[in-house]
């Protein structure tokens, strides 16, 4: 039995390391055939008098203790980089995507905030994925209707927070007809202006009747409940203000009106990426 009082010996122990020796040490770790050899048992002192016992490797074993520790440390900082790297900063790619998943964010716009109050959702401004040359893009209305590369529109929101959703039964409804025929249809809206006033019409089309309009006429499918203008939370005055600004005193209270909340809620679509 060893008895340490607890000072240090610097160097004793490492100096009785021979060039050979560590050698030995490096050809039986890298050919697996390394066994740590037995150990001393020693004693230290604790704070009420007595004695600890003491494990103490050699000075062989805390080489190589010491050289699984740097090689794992390297080994799984490396794992770490490469899965934040994947998840930490995800950008959604044209593989995960398919042509007429439906993308929602928080638009940094004026109107937005008065959206997510009168629909009581976080979500102001949608689109519709489309790929085009292997990449994907979002066709939106902004101020015209358009396609923009998804990771430029997913910039633009609040936080670069997004969630993409997709038709329930897409395996099965969206084969290559009728991605051509929501292609066929969004082609016929393409650089319309933007409606600010959100009325039901083609001359001027808002983010989500975009979107609706393009799966009813494309496919027959309709992505959320239509509503009427007054069927949503007007009280607020936000919302009071920004319709004085874009209605005066005619409030079309009979518009019919399909907001981001509604189309996001929708029982026909699953969540397939949020970031």
Known sequence: ?????????????????????????????????YSPPSGTEGEIPKGDGRMRPLGIPTVSDRIAQQIVKVLMKRHYLYIFLVLFLIFGCHKPTSGQLQNGDIIFQTSR????????????SKYSH????????????????????????LKQWIDRGIRKHYVIKRLRNSDKVMTAQAVEKLRTVAEKLREKPYDLTFEWSD???????LVWKIYDRGIGIQVGKVKKLHDFDLSNDVVKNKMKERYGDQIPLDETVISPGDMFSS??????LEE
């Open 1 to 33: 039995m060893i008895k340490f009082d607890g000072r240090k010996n610097p160097g004793t122990l490492w100096n009785s390391i021979k060039k050979d020796n560590l050698y030995k040490l490096w050809n039986r770790m890298s050919s697996g055939s």
């Open 203 to 209: 001359d001027r089309i808002y983010c989500s009747e």
């Open 109 to 120: 716009s004026s109107q937005s905030a008065a959206i997510q109050i009168a629909t009581h």
């Open 267 to 272: 029982k026909l679509l699953k969540t397939v």
């Open 126 to 149: 949608m689109g519709i994925i489309f790929i085009k040359e292997e990449k994907p893009y979002v066709y939106e209305a902004a101020r015209t209707v358009q396609y923009t590369p």
